[in-house]
């Protein structure tokens, strides 16, 4: 079956310094992958998708940056982060076409401090 | 691209009452419409979808209806239980390019025992 693994759970990190948040995902090639932020009004923001590897595409221009350095792993990174970079960030992949659902990690919550 | 509309943002129902949330949507090629819940501090789960060749599913006490004349779609709960409390997220997908799942902003359900 497949799983999506995502961490950390929780992140506390102080205003300039770096990021990076990894999720994988298990038992299946080739996947769409997402990362989303969800701030205090619950809506889910798409930031990256990649359709494959070295494939990223941004949503929204933004303080961050995403890679796919393999199939099946996908990195959310910035260099220096802002507080407006605190949210609940979510990981999520799909197959890689029709209609399928997502399916997404557990999130990790960042906070900028 | 997809907009999809949600609505209400906020639900407050007693138990055993019936709730519903409703969805639009604005891309007619969109022909898959899945339904997340997103229980605090963790990611969202599938718990019913539907394909634009159906216009009605139904699941336990879970139902979803599609009217793609009108573009909108909808989730019904029955018999609503406390631990049904939660946010629900609609989605669109589409049929062509990366596939891309768009979200609308939820609905918090609260279920009053």
């Known amino acids: 079956s497949q799983t999506i693994h995502q961490w950390p759970a929780t992140l506390v990190q102080p205003v300039g310094s770096p990021l990076s948040l990894e999720c994988t995902v298990e038992g299946t090639s080739n996947p769409n992958l997402y990362w989303y932020r969800q701030a205090a009004g619950r809506g889910l923001q798409l930031l990256f998708y990649s359709v494959g590897i070295g494939q990223i595409s941004s949503e929204v221009p933004q303080n961050l940056s995403a890679s796919r350095p393999q199939d099946r792993q996908f990195i959310l990174s910035s260099k220096k982060l802002l507080l407006s970079d605190s949210g609940f960030y979510l990981c999520?992949?799909?197959?890689?076409?029709?209609?399928?659902?997502?399916?997404f990690g557990q999130g990790t919550r960042l906070t900028v401090v | 691209g997809e907009n999809v509309e949600q609505h209400p943002s906020t639900l407050s129902v007693q138990e055993g009452d019936s709730a519903v949330i409703k969805c639009t949507y604005s891309?007619?090629?969109?022909?898959?419409f899945p339904w997340y819940k997103q229980e605090l501090g963790k990611g969202p789960q599938l718990i019913i979808d539907?394909?634009?060749?159906?216009g009605e599913k139904k699941d336990q006490r879970i139902a979803v209806t599609l009217n793609k004349t009108a573009k909108h779609f909808s989730l019904h709960i029955t018999e609503t239980q406390p631990e049904d409390s939660a946010v629900y997220f609609c989605a669109a997908r589409g049929a062509g390019g990366s596939y891309i799942p768009t979200f609308g902003r939820g609905t918090s359900l609260i279920v009053h025992p």
């Open positions: 891309d007619s090629a969109s022909n898959y």
């Open positions: 999520a992949w799909s197959y890689g076409g029709g209609d399928t659902e997502a399916f």
């Open positions: 539907i394909r634009s060749n159906v």
